[in-house]
């Protein structure tokens, strides 16, 4: 055995130690930049600057313009387990759904799929989203025509009785191609009738003449 | 060890040497040479994780990418910050989708069984990168944190033991590779993204009623798919045991977070996160998250019960 001592580990110099201090002080605050400007609470403009001009260039790339904001749970109908679900208009029938399968990491990204859908559909930003999934299912349906519909697994409150629970509709719409364009047609759900107010018109009184109706729009 | 300078005559004592112990440990923290050791276990884990969220792409990589896919290039470009983009956008045909896949489960297999380490955490950071960005809906808690997990490792010299590098090298008989300023540097950025991730969380819970009315829990489990595991019929027996939970959760968190950050108990919740984040991340409906997690506490976990070679500090030194 070896009873010399054993050489004292190398130590970087002053230059280097100068040189990646730097680097980490701005990563760092880039870090905190991103925990800030990446919340569901908002940004101030600041941050929202700051972090754009200088920070989400290279971290966004590099998948660090992260704010790590998993609530796991905010108890939100949202919160729970979506699906896909494309079928054919005409014909025989055939649906598929995605995913097909429950336990898992891929089912799982599904899941986030269609609920990415979901969250899009009231800002009216899931038509090409939803498109692509419609032209992905073509070929396997055999079909140009078809209606993909996003289900979302109710959540069952504790001190209601245990069973099962019809999936609601938060999402559906029609997807064509005609000659060679896709066409998408919204068809409703949950997600988009949020979006509706309520009609309130006020009652008519029966002596009033329909031109005076008409003046007051 | 670098002897200590002497106070300008013209400063106040006080300052100068409250200046000097920040700076000597900003150094410590960052720069002090480390085992490379902790680091190779966090390489090897980290490595099988990404292997296992790499093969839950496989299924579907041509259905969601490939030429007629689910998720086009264009609907992510508007999806996606204008700053973002992915080198996948460019991959146009079957082929090149799986040649693409085949070198991020290359490089992964690398850093797991440690062939040319360093490059290969990069190359494995880059792909991986370009994957989550090719499809940003898609990704999980656990994608985020595999990639931050492969760029802390890209900065050390995580191939410097516990693998086949490092196994050819002692073959060849030359001597075990030195202490590592860059292993601390790297071991420092795990340690101050697993404070940030834990931040990052337990603010966005808190910002919720259910984490604070205690039913966070029920909820968990009413979301999660019933294969995984059904704890309904348990949580509807007690509101306490629901309530138990959630405030459990959110407090191991709180006393995570601050653990890492002091010597006496850095190792007793980095060795309670083992157990308590794969736990979370299974009540979560995210059992990947909960292993990233408990990777990240790993080096510390070990402690001095690492079989370090004599003369080498561990990650706690």
Same mark, same amino acid.
Request: glycine share 8%; aromatic share 8%; net charge neutral.
């Given at each position: 055995? %070896?009873?010399?001592?054993?050489?004292a580990?190398?130590?970087l110099?002053?230059?280097?130690r100068?040189?990646?201090?730097?680097?980490l002080?701005?990563?760092?605050?880039?870090?905190?930049?991103?925990?800030? @400007? %990446?919340?569901?609470?908002?940004?101030?403009?600041?941050?929202?600057?700051?972090?754009?001009?200088?920070?989400?260039?290279?971290?966004?790339?590099?998948?660090?313009?992260? @704010?790590?904001?998993?609530?796991?749970?905010?108890?939100?109908?949202?919160?729970?387990?979506?699906?896909?679900?494309?079928?054919?208009? @005409?014909?025989?029938?055939?649906?598929?759904?995605?995913?097909?399968?429950?336990?898992?990491? @891929?089912?799982?990204?599904?899941?986030?799929?269609?609920?990415?859908?979901?969250?899009?559909?009231?800002?009216d930003?899931?038509?090409?989203?939803?498109?692509?999934?419609?032209?992905?299912?073509f070929?396997?349906?055999?079909?140009?025509?078809?209606?993909?519909?996003?289900?979302?697994?109710p959540?069952?409150?504790?001190?209601?009785?245990?069973?099962?629970?019809?999936?609601?509709q938060?999402?559906?719409a029609?997807?064509?191609?005609?000659?060679?364009?896709?066409?998408?047609?919204?068809?409703?759900?949950?997600?988009?009738?949020?979006?509706?107010?309520?009609?309130?018109?006020p009652?008519?009184?029966?002596?009033?003449?329909?031109?005076?109706?008409?003046?007051?729009? | 060890?670098?002897?200590?300078?002497?106070?300008?005559?013209?400063?106040p004592?006080?300052?100068?040497? *409250?200046?000097?112990?920040?700076?000597?440990?900003?150094i410590?923290?960052?720069?002090?040479?480390?085992? +490379?050791? +902790?680091?190779?276990?966090? #390489?090897?884990? *980290?490595?099988?994780? &990404?292997?296992?969220l790499?093969? =839950?792409?496989?299924?579907?990589l041509?259905?969601?990418?490939?030429?007629d896919?689910?998720?086009p =290039?264009?609907?992510?470009?508007?999806?996606?910050?204008? $700053?973002?983009?992915?080198?996948?956008?460019?991959?146009?045909?079957?082929? !090149?989708?799986?040649?693409?896949?085949? !070198?991020?489960v290359?490089?992964l297999?690398?850093?797991?069984? &440690?062939?040319?380490?360093?490059?290969?955490?990069?190359?494995?950071?880059?792909?991986?990168?370009?994957?989550?960005?090719? &499809?940003?809906?898609?990704?999980?808690?656990a994608?985020?944190?595999?990639?931050?997990?492969?760029?802390?490792?890209?900065?050390?010299?995580?191939?410097?033991?516990?693998?086949?590098?490092?196994?050819?090298?002692?073959?060849?008989?030359?001597?075990? +590779?030195?202490?590592?300023?860059?292993? #601390?540097?790297?071991?420092?950025?795990?340690?101050?993204?697993?404070?940030?991730?834990?931040?990052?969380?337990?603010?966005?819970?808190?910002?919720?009623? $259910?984490?604070?009315n205690?039913?966070? *829990?029920?909820?968990?489990? *009413?979301?999660?798919?019933?294969?995984?595991?059904?704890?309904?019929?348990?949580?509807? #027996?007690?509101?306490?045991?629901?309530?138990?939970?959630?405030? !459990?959760?959110?407090?191991?968190?709180?006393?995570?977070?601050?653990?890492?950050?002091?010597?006496?108990?850095?190792?007793?919740?980095?060795?309670?996160?083992?157990?308590?984040?794969?736990?979370?991340?299974?009540?979560? !409906?995210?059992?990947?998250?909960?292993?990233?997690?408990?990777?990240?506490?790993?080096?510390?976990?070990?402690?001095?019960?690492t +079989?370090?070679?004599?003369?080498?500090?561990?990650?706690?030194?």
């Open positions: 055995m %070896n009873s010399s001592p054993s050489p580990p190398p130590r110099s002053d230059t280097a100068t040189a990646a201090s730097v680097a002080a701005i990563y760092l605050f880039g870090l905190v930049l991103a925990i800030a @400007g %990446n919340t569901v609470s908002g940004s101030s403009a600041l941050v929202r600057v700051i972090k754009g001009r200088l920070f989400s260039p290279w971290m966004q790339p590099a998948w660090l313009d992260l @704010g790590f904001d998993h609530p796991l749970t905010y108890g939100m109908p949202e919160d729970a387990s979506h699906v896909i679900k494309v079928r054919r208009r @005409g014909g025989e029938p055939a649906t598929l759904s995605m995913p097909d399968s429950t336990f898992g990491e @891929g089912p799982a990204r599904w899941r986030r799929l269609a609920r990415a859908i979901a969250e899009a559909a009231p800002a930003a899931a038509a090409p989203l939803v498109a692509g999934v419609a032209a992905g299912s070929a396997t349906l055999a079909a140009e025509d078809v209606t993909v519909r996003v289900l979302r697994r959540l069952e409150d504790r001190s209601a009785s245990s069973g099962e629970q019809r999936p609601q938060v999402f559906a029609r997807v064509r191609r005609v000659a060679g364009e896709l066409q998408v047609i919204e068809l409703g759900g949950a997600a988009k009738r949020v979006e509706l107010a309520p009609v309130i018109r009652p008519v009184p029966s002596n009033r003449t329909d031109s005076e109706g008409a003046a007051d729009e | 060890m670098s002897e200590p300078s002497a106070p300008p005559s013209s400063a004592l006080s300052s100068t040497s *409250a200046a000097d112990r920040v700076a000597r440990t900003w410590d923290f960052w720069f002090e040479p480390a085992s +490379p050791q +902790p680091l190779a276990v966090v #390489r090897i884990l *980290a490595g099988l994780l &990404g292997l296992a790499a093969a =839950s792409y496989a299924g579907s041509v259905a969601w990418f490939g030429p896919g689910m998720i =290039s264009d609907a992510v470009a508007s999806w996606r910050p204008r $700053v973002s983009f992915s080198p996948l956008d460019a991959v146009t045909t079957t082929t !090149g989708l799986w040649l693409f896949f085949g !070198g991020l290359v490089a297999a690398a850093v797991t069984v &440690g062939v040319a380490s360093r490059v290969a955490c990069v190359m494995a950071a880059i792909l991986w990168a370009a994957l989550l960005n090719r &499809g940003p809906m898609l990704a999980g808690p994608d985020d944190c595999l990639a931050v997990i492969l760029w802390c490792l890209a900065v050390g010299p995580s191939g410097n033991a516990w693998s086949l590098d490092r196994l050819l090298r002692d073959r060849r008989g030359l001597p075990p +590779p030195p202490p590592s300023p860059w292993a #601390r540097t790297s071991l420092g950025l795990l340690r101050v993204h697993a404070a940030a991730i834990t931040v990052g969380v337990v603010l966005a819970q808190l910002k919720g009623d $259910v984490w604070w205690g039913t966070a *829990a029920w909820w968990l489990a *009413a979301a999660a798919e019933p294969t995984v595991v059904d704890l309904t019929g348990l949580y509807r #027996r007690s509101e306490y045991l629901v309530n138990l939970v959630t405030h !459990g959760v959110v407090a191991f968190e709180i006393l995570y977070l601050a653990g890492l950050w002091f010597d006496a108990s850095r190792q007793i919740v980095c060795r309670v996160g083992l157990v308590a984040w794969p736990l979370i991340g299974v009540l979560a !409906g995210e059992p990947f998250w909960g292993l990233a997690m408990a990777i990240f506490g790993v080096p510390w976990a070990l402690g001095r019960a +079989p370090v070679a004599a003369g080498l500090p561990s990650a706690d030194d």
